[in-house]
């Protein structure tokens, strides 16, 4: 600790930070613009100038750089002081020589981090007449737009571009005043994190191109706290909507989870919920094949309740992109019995064996944030920038903190980044990768191999047993394999806090039993570390708690007439498993009701639709890959724009059901009740109850707001409906307003802010208010409540270990691989996701494709289970021989068969 002493006021803080730092956590006001929490200080725009005193003696003082000054015990500034204010103000001036004056048309105008700026020192008049330096601007891509002229040279993009998030296609070029941030040449940006440059700018040089299309300014979206649906990460997002539609997602601070940055497919991939082709209303078809006729509620929950009624037996399929209300309500509907998790068997079983090993490993779970303070990797069976790419992003960060630990060694402060960055060079924590192709991490491993899914196995499997000779050994263990394990081992055991990091994006039982292993051997050595295990979808760990059987089994009871009806819960089965499959089974029942936001192909075979809402228009919790439970908030009500939708929460459509099915008397629920409901049916889900506040939470006596104080146009947007201005809609569910009435300020700690805003601070950089310090956690606790407890020592090691893979001239195995863009199956449905995509092909190896005698560029024919896939081929040299890697989303119904062999006959020009 110390204590400074800023404009004749003592403060203690801790004793490693810069004044910057320090003071923004103080809750004191100084201007800036290179410097970032999340990326360090370079002193480059010489904006936070404050003027520092020798001791209490000295009355002259001198002008220094607070971002780059270290504070230390008795520190002695000041902020106010009129030189230090000249300083800023002239500094301003400078920045804003050659920026257009163009603030009422630019897209980050009221969202600036500039602007904010300039009012802070008071800078308001420009002096220059002068011809102003002009760029030209690039197309980037479908996310990110340019608009170079506005450029202040912070350098805060290729910082975070280039050294935070490892791009290569983003640069400054030039010199002196004439510096161009851009590319070598116009083309989508490459990273898959290039969205935050919107956030990390502090100008409207990079903007949300999504955005751009659909304009509105930030005072006049309507926001809730929510959760990212596009994977099981649980990063917390803020939507913005107008009109009844969604036209942003920005950041949501989460001190243990995201914190400043997200993937650029949860920040671009909302567009399915504004597709002009969803669900609005209940549809009827009496038989399939017919056109369907719209209905209004009461008429839907009566023929949905005779249909249930009628019925000799009713299964539920659920879903891990349903929130655990609605999965609880399906499974109260039809009775324990008849409920499926829509999940087909083999991801189950993966599902399954990830829970028990982040429970009995020895290890724990790490979040995001504890991840990065990890000093050694180990990677088995993933490629994260793919299948979790923000968990990719806070490896990279743990491997990259070498560079700190050798600098803490030279007394420099990890703040101080470029001296950071020239110590550390390229020296890195140990990372060991091992996929069967190249991964998105492999240029920062110190070793990756690219094997087979049973050789991938064998090497954890052989890890495991040079840490602890109590672990199985593996035979036959070639020189190679042998050697690599033995390197692995010696960093994993050498390391202060190791991680070993799997998951089931190969379906592979034997690597994740692998990576139970090595954690296991780990726990019994005595490392603090961690096992981080990667899901697939949104709630897949929150389903895996409620349980239930697999998609198969549902689908059997159908087909064998063990069951006459069905209740689909926002999931297409056909994504699962082969459509005829499926088909097939649905064909044998009577009744099929679903619910979904989608128009899916299961939605258009079913009797009665429920239009579901999704995240956009409905409450509900997730469960993270963590373990943590999270609370999604209702961002605007569809209806208001809309008076002729009939969106409703699944849980809340289920519940309507039972009532209809059993003639109760007609009984509201609301969010509250329906998750104590959920918490008490499951003991391990006993504390979701206390992930976010309740309906009856108030500051000072008022709801939260969703609108910032400045929101205006509720009249104007129902002008084509009526000229009076009706109430807003009134929200029974959560402890938010559909409202600019209602507490929006930073002073009174709470975990659930809709939006960050406060007193001269409308950027992004308002996170720093509500936080305890800058870059820590929110003052009233972050978000969530973890759920998964481990239990050390009641692991035993996994026995089953795999043989060595061997090549076979007419046989290859079949692999899913995730891919961030076009391998989600809501994200999917988004245009610039789409657009972003690469276009989906079959890999093989050079030497798999002379075996089937194809060349790069043909197209293949797959055939596997009854369904064919026609991709055209691309040559993959770092594919392992006798695997076929088909993209995740090109056929989903592929996830079933992940792991299966493909004859020759089955894959074909």
Known sequence: ????????????????????????????????????????????????????????????????????????????????????????????????????????????????????????????????????????????????????????????????????????????????????????????????????????????????????????????????????????????????????????????????????????????????????????????????????????????????????????????????????????????????????????????????????????????????????????????????????ARIGLSVRQAVLARREDIAAGRQVPGWNAEAVKKLGQDQYHPLFSAYPTSTGLDEIARVSWTLAPDDIARLGFAVAHLIDPAAPAVDDLDEHTEAAARQIADALLSARRPLVVSGGSLGSLAVLHAAGNVARALARRARTGGLLLVRREANSTGLAMIGGQPLEWALGELQEHRADAVVILENDPTQRLPAETVHRALDQAETIIVMDHQRTETLQRANLVLPAASFAEGDGTLVSLEGRAQRFFQVYDSSYIRPQTRIHESWRWLHALRISRERYPSADIDLDAVTRACANAYPQLAAIVNASAGSDYRVHGVKLAREPHRYSGRTSMRANLAVSEPRTPQDADTPFAFSMEGYNGFDQPRRDVAFAWAPGWNSPQAWNKFTDEVGGHLRAGDPGVRLLAYEPGAYDYGREIPAAVTVETDQWQLLVLPRLFGGEETSSRAAPINERAAPAAITLSPGSAEQLQVSDGDELVLSFAGQRLNLPLRLDPSLVNGLIGVPAGAGPWLFGGAGASVTRQEARS
């Open 1 to 388: 600790m110390a204590t400074i002493h800023v404009d004749g006021q003592s403060y203690d803080v801790e004793g490693g930070d810069n004044l910057l730092h320090a003071c923004l956590s103080l809750g004191l006001d100084i201007p800036y613009f290179c410097w970032h929490p999340a990326m360090g200080s370079v002193g480059a725009c010489r904006q936070c100038a404050v003027k520092q005193y020798r001791d209490e003696n000295d009355t002259r003082g001198s002008l220094v750089m607070s971002c780059m000054t270290p504070t230390t015990d008795n520190t002695r500034i000041s902020i106010d002081d009129d030189e230090a204010r000249e300083f800023r103000a002239s500094v301003i001036e400078w920045l804003m020589i050659s920026h257009p004056h163009d603030c009422p048309v630019c897209e980050e105008g009221g969202h600036c981090h500039l602007q904010d700026m300039t009012m802070m020192t008071g800078h308001d008049r420009r002096r220059y007449r002068f011809d102003k330096r002009t760029h030209r601007n690039q197309y980037l891509g479908p996310f990110v737009a340019h608009e170079m002229n506005r450029c202040i040279t912070c350098y805060r993009c290729v910082r975070f571009y280039d050294d935070y998030a490892g791009g290569k296609d983003l640069g400054a070029f030039g010199a002196n005043d004439n510096v161009y941030f851009g590319r070598h040449e116009e083309g989508m940006l490459e990273s898959e994190f290039a969205g935050n440059l919107t956030e990390v700018c502090p100008t409207g040089v990079f903007t949300d191109q999504t955005h751009s299309e659909q304009y509105t300014r930030k005072w006049d979206l309507q926001f809730a706290p929510s959760v990212c649906h596009q994977c099981a990460v649980g990063c917390n997002i803020s939507p913005g909507e107008r009109y009844g539609q969604i036209r942003r997602i920005e950041n949501r601070y989460h001190g243990d989870v995201n914190r400043y940055f997200l993937c650029d497919r949860g920040r671009f991939g909302y567009g399915y919920v504004n597709r002009q082709d969803r669900p609005l209303q209940p549809e009827w078809r009496s038989r399939r094949g017919e056109d369907s006729v719209s209905l209004d509620v009461d008429a839907a929950l009566d023929r949905g309740g005779d249909l249930l009624r009628s019925a000799r037996r009713v299964i539920g399929i659920g879903s891990p992109r349903a929130s655990l209300e609605s999965n609880h309500q399906l499974r109260e509907l039809v009775g324990a019995d008849n409920f499926s998790t829509g999940i087909n068997a083999h991801e189950q079983a993966c599902l399954d064996l990830m829970a028990r090993l982040n429970q009995t490993s020895g290890l724990e779970t790490p979040t995001l944030r504890d991840v990065e303070s990890h000093d050694a990797v180990f990677v088995l069976g993933e490629d994260l920038i793919q299948s979790a």
